[in-house]
């Protein structure tokens, strides 16, 4: 059974930091790539950080400087590392694993950033 378990979520100030985790079971972790998409109240889901299986990174421009993606193959999980939040950061904050024409979505973890 394959599954990816977001947590780390909260509400917290603007400028404050807060890491997600994204632990996965029953897949090969290390061949899949990783992607952390947000999806904000009355907006699509977008992009937020990609990592590929050989460890090349992409960043939504909003993002860029602030956010890292990174995981770790003997834990199975990924991580995001959000710093410097803003309100616009706010929404529920998925992550996924994509193989080919395999794809698999965890449950979200909510962010709400106050000003």
């Known amino acids: 059974q394959v599954q990816l378990v977001e947590s780390g979520g909260g509400l917290v100030q603007a400028g404050a930091s807060l890491r997600l985790s994204c632990a996965v079971s029953?897949?090969?972790?290390?061949?899949?790539?990783m992607t952390w998409d947000r999806q904000a109240p009355g907006k699509q889901r977008e992009l937020v950080a990609r990592?590929?299986?050989?460890?090349?990174?992409d960043y939504a421009d909003s993002v860029k400087g602030r956010f890292t993606i990174s995981r770790d193959f003997t834990k199975n999980t990924v991580y995001l590392q959000m710093n410097k939040l803003k309100p616009e950061d706010t929404a529920v904050y998925y992550c996924?694993?994509?193989?080919?024409?395999?794809?698999?979505w965890g449950q979200g973890t909510q962010v709400a950033v106050s000003s």
């Open positions: 029953g897949i090969g972790f290390s061949t899949f790539h």
């Open positions: 996924s694993a994509a193989f080919g024409s395999r794809d698999y």
């Open positions: 990592m590929t299986s050989d460890g090349v990174t």
